[in-house]
C-alpha cells in the first residue's frame, strides 16, 4: 500500500506538506450559514399524523428545490451504534499496512478498497483523505479486521437504508409521483449502497490542500455522519457555505440520479471538504443509489407535457458509477455527459 496521509501526519518531521497534495487555489469566500441548512425531523415523517406527514413533506420539496442538502433529526439510528461505527472506522486506519493490503482494491467496482485521494492514478494533486469503501448492499461484504467491524457495519447500513427507504417514499410523493414509484421504477430493494469511511487527518498547511474537491455524488441518496469537526462546505445560491451539522443527525445530499429522475427539478449540489491543522475531522458515509442494472431516465410522470421535454438520457447506474470513480472528480462533469 503505497503513503497515506495518515502515515504522512505521523512522521515527526512533517512541517509543510509534499508538493503533490498542494491543489490550485481554493480561497473562495466562505459565509458562515446565516440560515441553517433545512431539518427534517424523521420521527413526525415517519409516525407522525396525517398533518405532520404532510407538513415535514412539504418541508422536504423545499428543502430539495432550494439546497439539495438536509438535515435528518431523530432519525432512530442509536447514538451508541453511529459512535461505535465511527471509532471502528478509525480502528481500521489505525491497522498496519500488511493488514490493510490485501484491500488495495484496482476497480471502482471491488467489494472493499482502501487508499487515499481519490483517484491518484490519474490525479495531478492529491486530496489530504484517507478511505476505506465497501459494498454493503445487495452484497454485504466487509473486511476482515478490526475486530466487531462486521456485526457494527452490517447492522448500522440496515439501519441507514432504513431512514433511505423512507426519505425516497416522501421524495417521490414530494414530486407528485406514487410513493413507492423510485423504489419500482430504479429497483432500490436491490439498489447498490456503499459504506465509504473518510479520514482527514490534522494538515500543517490547509489553506494549501484540499479534503475532497467540489463535486457531485452519484446515486440517489447519500447520508453523511460526522464527528465533532467540521469541514463540509456547500454550494448555495452561488456561494460556499460552512455546513454545520446539528449532534446525532445525519446530512443527507441528493445525488445525480435523483436529478436525473426529477428531470432537474431536484439538483445534486456542489459540496467539498476543507481541512484544518489541529484536529482529525472523521466521517460515515453511506451512497445510496439504483440496482446497478437499472437504466435511469427522467420519471414519465414529469416528462412529455408542453415546455418540459427530458432533459437527460439514460444510462446504466453500474456504467454512470464506473465513469466517475475512474476519473478525476471534476464538479459535475459526468452527469453533464447525460444532458440532452
Known amino acids: 500500500m503505497g503513503r ?4 504522512l501526519t505521523e512522521s515527526s518531521d512533517l512541517k509543510s506538506i509534499p508538493s503533490e497534495y498542494i491543489v490550485p487555489s481554493h480561497a473562495d469566500e466562505v459565509e458562515e450559514a446565516q440560515q441553517q441548512v433545512p431539518i427534517i425531523d ?4 415517519t409516525l407522525g399524523s396525517p398533518e405532520q406527514r404532510s407538513k415535514i413533506i412539504d418541508n422536504l420539496r423545499s ?6 442538502f438536509f438535515m435528518v433529526i431523530n432519525h432512530g439510528v442509536p447514538e451508541s451504534l453511529i459512535n461505535e461505527m465511527m471509532n471502528l472506522c478509525l480502528n481500521f486506519f489505525d491497522l498496519s499496512p500488511e493488514e490493510k493490503s ?6 471502482v467496482l471491488n467489494p472493499i478498497r482502501c487508499g487515499t485521494s481519490f483517484n491518484t492514478s490519474v490525479e495531478n494533486s492529491y486530496f ?5 469503501k465497501i459494498l454493503v448492499h445487495p452484497d454485504f461484504h466487509a473486511p476482515l479486521k478490526p475486530d466487531g467491524f462486521r456485526e457494527t457495519s452490517n447492522e448500522y447500513c440496515k439501519r441507514t437504508r432504513e431512514v433511505v427507504k423512507e426519505l425516497l417514499k416522501a421524495i417521490s410523493e414530494s414530486l407528485g409521483l406514487e410513493e413507492d414509484y423510485i423504489e419500482k421504477a430504479l429497483e432500490t430493494k436491490s439498489g447498490q449502497q456503499i459504506l465509504v469511511a473518510n479520514l482527514y487527518p490534522p494538515c500543517p498547511q490547509p489553506e494549501l490542500a ?3 474537491p467540489p463535486h457531485s455524488d452519484h446515486g440517489l441518496l447519500t447520508l453523511l455522519a460526522q464527528n465533532e469537526i467540521g469541514g463540509l462546505q456547500i454550494k448555495h445560491k452561488g456561494k460556499w457555505i460552512a455546513a454545520n451539522a446539528l449532534p446525532n443527525s445525519f446530512m443527507v445530499n441528493i445525488g445525480d440520479h435523483m436529478e436525473i429522475l426529477s428531470n432537474g427539478k431536484y439538483k445534486s449540489i456542489l459540496h467539498r ?3 484544518n491543522n489541529k484536529a482529525t475531522r472523521v466521517t460515515v458515509v453511506t451512497a445510496n443509489g439504483p440496482s446497478l442494472d437499472a437504466v435511469v431516465t427522467p420519471a414519465s410522470n414529469l416528462v412529455g407535457f408542453e415546455n418540459n421535454p427530458p432533459l437527460y438520457q439514460g444510462m446504466k447506474y453500474k456504467e454512470y458509477v464506473e465513469l466517475q470513480e475512474s476519473n478525476q472528480l471534476d464538479g459535475k462533469s459526468c452527469l453533464d455527459r447525460l444532458r440532452i
Open 42 to 45: 424523521y420521527n413526525l415523517l
Open 273 to 275: 471538504v476543507v481541512v
Open 210 to 212: 484540499m479534503g475532497m
Open 102 to 107: 490485501d484491500y488495495v482494491g484496482k476497480h
Open 4 to 7: 497515506t496521509v495518515k502515515d
Open 63 to 68: 428543502a430539495c428545490l432550494d439546497w439539495g
Open 128 to 132: 489530504w483523505r484517507d478511505y476505506l
